[in-house]
Nanobody, 115 residues
Framework: QVQLVESGGGLVQAGGSLRLSCAAS????????MGWYRQAPGKQRELVAV???????NYADSVKGRFTISRDNTKKAVYLQMNSLKPEDTAVYYC?????????WGQGTQVTVSS
């Protein structure tokens, strides 16, 4: 049973920073992709950033240069450092893990950026 637990969300003023963490537990194949998605009210869930077990990354254009994704394979954890936050970054952020055609989601953590 694979579980993902996020932490680090909260309320921050525009221009501020937050760091999200996601810890995975259970039986996880060593070759995998971990990432972050977000869903704002009334909008579809969208990719924010992903990182492979080998360290390759991909970012949404809207967060490039502001957000940094990283991971610690020994801890089965993925992180999202979010800087220069904007009100449009407000959303529920979900951790995602995929391997061998299986996909797992965390419960989500709220990020609210006030103007």
């Amino acid at each position: 049973q694979v579980q993902l637990v996020e932490s680090g969300g909260g309320l921050v003023q525009a221009g501020g920073s937050l760091r999200l963490s996601c810890a995975a537990s259970g039986s996880i194949f060593s070759i995998n992709v971990m990432g972050w998605y977000r869903q704002a009210p009334g909008k579809q869930r969208e990719l924010v950033a992903v990182i492979t077990s080998g360290g390759s990354t991909n970012y949404a254009d809207s967060v490039k240069g502001r957000f940094t994704i990283s991971r610690d394979n020994t801890k089965k954890a993925v992180y999202l450092q979010m800087n220069s936050l904007k009100p449009e970054d407000t959303a529920v952020y979900y951790c995602n893990l995929s391997f061998l055609q299986r996909v797992f989601w965390g419960q989500g953590t709220q990020v609210t950026v006030s103007s």
